[in-house]
């Protein structure tokens, strides 16, 4: 392995950690209507379990209500039973038509779990990312001492490996500030 492969393997793993607690901390609710609360919803559909998003549209008209329109009538009732079933705390109510989900105003109490929740994703992000450096560091350690590499080579390939480590793990804390005060507000 090349150095540039061992920086652009790091960079790309370090960037799916943070794709990944993203993708966590968009399911987390907020108290603010977002299609993704329901990405974990599945749906009977034709004998087989589907993602929400499979079978209907999901929008969030106003910022404590999302709407579910099934692209099917017959639907309405299965997408109103999952989204129960799905245990997010949330009291659907169909019109015949759509499905409305109104989003509850979070007690303090709540959203103190929340945030604890938030932060141990971001921390498991941090440590993932931390653990890629430690990997990549090891791959060029492993250079030098095969002698592909010199000494100098290696430090300044720690060093860039560092400032990805510091650059993504900023990241992660820009997107827990954001969640912090979404959660809070």
Request: hydrophobic letters at 35%; a negative charge.
């Amino acid at each position: 392995m090349t150095l540039e492969e061992i920086f652009k393997d790091a960079e790309e793993r370090m960037k799916k950690s943070v794709n990944h607690v993203q993708h966590e901390l968009a399911r987390i609710r907020t108290g603010r209507a977002t299609p993704a609360l329901l990405d974990a919803v599945k749906v009977e559909y034709y004998g087989s379990k589907v993602p929400l998003n499979q079978v209907a549209t999901i929008t969030a008209p106003e910022p404590r209500l999302l709407v579910v329109q099934p692209w099917e009538k017959r639907m309405i009732a299965e997408v109103e039973k999952a989204i129960l079933q799905a245990e997010l705390g949330l009291n659907p109510s169909n019109d015949g038509n759509v499905v409305r989900v109104p989003i509850p105003e979070l007690s303090e109490e709540r959203r103190q779990e929340l945030l604890k929740l938030v932060k141990k994703y971001c921390e498991d992000g941090r440590v993932a990312i931390r653990n890629v450096r430690r990997d990549a560091n090891e791959h060029i350690k492993k250079l030098e001492k095969a002698h592909e590499i010199s000494e100098d080579s290696s430090h300044d390939a720690q060093d860039r490996i560092q400032k990805l480590t510091d650059k993504y793990i900023e990241e992660i804390d820009e997107i827990l500030s954001h969640k912090e005060k979404e959660i809070m507000e």
